[in-house]
């Protein structure tokens, strides 16, 4: 036989085809609820997808080969075998989405191998596969025989590698090294940081040394960085997030107070306090003085606290046009006394700034436990017990609701008199020397206007 003849008698290697393999994975979300949290896997609305040439043939060694083809791909670390497969759907040109035909075992893989060969599409066979299935599967993991040549396991280091969850081992019931380090160093902070009356937690502030609420986020982000090294139990991580400008103020101030020596040995006058909240507010690198450790005094609020608090933190912590909240606030019943425990979101539904909301509430209780708030500041009379006229007069201002204008009258005092019904489109305003601003007359009070001035 010549060599001609043995040429035309030599088999014909099967062809390649090319392949489009479809992947939809999940995401792990954590959900609150009454009982606690819980993980649950969402799936992604974006499938990850890969293209490969592959020789189909009808036999048992390709289909496992073709598995784990797609396995490696996306980087899964586990093989399939003969006896550990996955289902997937596949569709070959020209049949549609809806013609698509489930591949679960070897006798359906050679059918569809047998077919492939037989109508040679030219069009991409597209293969759909569930991140859920290959786990459910319960592949065996990849030995040395399964990793690339470069020692690594699959393709996992490509753009369409899973997550480090996914990658995992498939049984549910182990975790990573990292995962276990995780749920030790939170178990940790949550012992530590646990309330003993309710089922909150809270760390003290490094800095004024008051009670931080410490959400399930925030624990999550101090545990990684003890996992990191960065930080350890006794001290929150120096992030964003722990940051006392950035984080919203802790609603259980007050509830639970964390004694140490320098708490005991701290200054008891209201300058101190003044000191903490400036510190914080102007962003000095000293640390300010320890709270009191001893229970504050309940000071009642009155119709005068909410303007002077206001002012103060106007002209002392920089709160531009913070005396304009006044009404606002007045409206809802807010004084000084309270305003650190209404919600950030009441008070941003009220046309607050997030800004202004957080440092009003950091300086109103320091405020209202000052000599400043517990002083009487009775509003101007209009003169004295014997008849002669006032020293001097006041001036007020009469603004518009509307904003269409205002005017500027004087009087000689302030008397109290029945609210102003609902027609009254005007409110009043008195300028105030020690505030050296205008200030809002105080609810159920009226100017006093002699007769030949009225404004009416």
């Given amino acids: 036989m010549s060599d001609g003849d043995?040429?035309?008698?030599?088999?014909?290697?099967p062809p390649s085809f090319e392949v489009q393999v479809r992947l939809t994975?999940?995401?792990?979300?954590?959900?609150?609820?009454k009982k606690g949290t819980k993980r649950e896997l969402k799936k992604d609305p974006k499938v990850k997808s890969k293209d490969f040439e592959y020789k189909f043939a009808s036999t048992s060694e390709n289909y496992a080969q073709f598995l784990n083809e797609i396995l490696q791909l996306f980087g899964f670390r586990v093989k399939a075998t003969a006896a550990k497969i996955f289902p997937m759907t596949v569709q070959v040109p020209p049949a549609t989405k809806s013609q698509a035909t489930d591949i679960e075992s070897l006798a359906e893989y050679k059918k569809l191998a047998g077919k492939i060969v037989e109508k040679a599409p030219s069009k991409p066979i597209i293969v759909s596969i569930d991140q859920q299935e290959i786990q459910k599967a319960k592949l065996p993991k990849a030995t040395n025989d399964g990793h690339d040549t470069d020692g690594s396991q699959g393709r996992h280091d490509g753009p369409g590698a899973l997550d480090d969850s996914s990658e995992e081992?498939?049984?549910d019931s182990e975790l990573s090294h990292m995962d276990r380090?995780?749920?030790?160093?939170r178990g940790l902070l949550e012992n530590k940081y646990k309330s003993d009356s309710d089922n909150t937690y809270a760390y003290p502030d490094p800095v004024t040394g008051d009670p931080v609420l410490l959400t399930l986020f925030m624990m999550k982000e101090w545990a990684r960085a003890m996992y990191d090294g960065a930080t350890n139990i006794d001290v929150p991580p120096n992030t964003a997030t722990f940051d006392c400008v950035n984080r919203l103020?802790?609603?259980r101030q007050g509830r639970r107070r964390f004694s140490s020596a320098s708490a005991e040995s701290a200054p008891t006058t209201d300058i101190g306090h003044l000191a903490n909240i400036l510190s914080i507010m102007k962003g000095d690198t000293q640390p300010a003085s320890p709270p009191l450790t001893t229970q504050n005094v309940r000071v009642p609020n009155t119709p005068?606290?909410?303007?002077r608090f206001l002012a103060y933190a106007e002209s002392e912590l920089g709160v531009s046009g913070a005396s304009s909240y006044c009404r606002t606030l007045e409206q809802q019943k807010v004084g000084?006394?309270?305003?650190?425990l209404v919600?950030?979101?009441?008070?941003?539904?009220?046309n607050l700034p997030l800004g202004d909301i957080i440092r009003l509430k950091q300086a109103a209780p320091v405020w209202i436990q000052s000599s400043d708030a517990k002083r009487k500041d009775p509003p101007p009379t209009a003169g004295t017990s014997d008849g002669n006229p006032p020293a001097k007069r006041i001036r007020f201002k009469k603004r518009w609701h509307d904003g269409s204008g205002a005017a500027s009258e004087h009087g000689t005092g302030m008397e109290i008199g029945s609210p102003p019904g609902s027609d009254v489109d005007y409110d009043w305003w008195y300028y105030s020397e020690e505030a050296g601003t205008l200030l809002p007359v105080p609810p159920n009070y009226r100017p006093i206007f002699p007769p030949d001035d009225f404004p009416f």
């Fill in 304 to 307: 005068s606290k909410l303007p």
């Fill in 25 to 33: 994975t999940y995401q792990s979300v954590t959900k609150k609820s």
């Fill in 6 to 13: 043995e040429e035309e008698l030599s088999p014909t290697p």
């Fill in 249 to 251: 103020p802790s609603l």
């Fill in 181 to 185: 380090e995780l749920a030790r160093f």
């Fill in 169 to 171: 081992d498939q049984d």
């Fill in 343 to 350: 919600p950030d979101e009441t008070l941003l539904n009220l």
């Fill in 336 to 340: 000084p006394d309270i305003l650190h």
